[in-house]
């Protein structure tokens, strides 16, 4: 049981460049959810999603998509990378809404715009 | 609009001291409140949860306090060590999350621990 894996690591994008942040989680969860931490900061919430085939956009959801086609993977797509984009990103999962009992992050995937 | 905020960007304490970070919420609606820590270059960790019926909940070394009527929220380490350094999030569960399980998050407090 692997819980949340993220991949990769690490990036560096120049601008402009196009990247898929992947997210998979093994514990047959039906809530997923991408936040982004800047330094310093608090996690904000880009997307997220209550099941496969269904997803919503956060509060910073400019400049990226997602998509859900499985229970397990939940890929996030940055088209036109921006310095602004510059963060920590993380993927969570929950196997309940209206609580957050459980609620598992991945280890996060830091990516540099330059 | 919606915001949960931390008095103070860092604490430095003592090994054995307790301590006691603190977090304000504007959302009155939110009914649900998390406490995560999230070590260096990991993500975060749940810590101890609290709904807004109750104003008090223990766990482990660790006690969350909700305050309704200030919005106010604690989360208080017993005995603190050297492990428990980390930068510690308060998180609510917002006005109109629904059955989305969406949280918001505030800026977090790093906590030092001195030997």
């Known amino acids: 049981n692997a819980g949340v894996t993220q991949t990769p690591k690490f990036r560096i994008l120049k601008i402009g460049q196009s990247m898929t942040l992947q997210c998979t989680q093994d514990?047959?969860?039906?809530?997923m959810y991408w936040y982004r931490q800047d330094p310093g900061m608090g996690l904000k919430l880009i997307y997220y999603?209550?099941?496969?085939?269904?997803?919503d956009k956060g509060e910073v959801p400019n400049g990226y998509n997602v998509s859900r086609s499985t229970t397990e993977d939940f890929p996030l797509r940055l088209e036109l990378a921006a310095p602004s984009q510059t963060s920590v990103y993380f993927c969570?999962?929950?196997?309940?809404?209206?609580?957050?009992?459980?609620?598992?992050f991945g280890s996060g995937t830091r990516l540099t715009v330059v | 609009g919606e915001s949960v905020g931390l008095h103070l960007p860092t604490l430095s304490v003592q090994e054995g001291d307790n301590s006691i970070i603190n977090c304000a919420y504007s959302?009155?609606?939110?009914?649900?409140f998390i406490w995560y820590k999230q070590e260096s270059g990991k993500g975060p960790q749940f810590i101890i949860d609290?709904?807004?019926?109750?104003d008090k909940r223990q766990g482990q070394r660790v006690t969350v306090l909700l305050n309704k009527t200030v919005k106010h929220l604690s989360l208080q380490i017993a005995a603190t060590q050297p492990g428990d350094s980390a930068v510690y999030f308060c998180?609510?569960?917002?006005?109109?999350?629904?059955?989305?399980?969406?949280?918001?998050f505030g800026q977090g407090t790093t906590l030092q621990v001195k030997p």
């Open positions: 969570a999962s929950s196997p309940v809404a209206g609580t957050n009992y459980g609620y598992t």
């Open positions: 999603s209550v099941g496969a085939g269904i997803t």
């Open positions: 609290i709904r807004s019926n109750m």
């Open positions: 959302n009155s609606a939110s009914d649900y």
């Open positions: 998180a609510e569960n917002g006005r109109g999350s629904g059955n989305t399980g969406k949280l918001i």
């Open positions: 514990m047959n969860h039906n809530y």
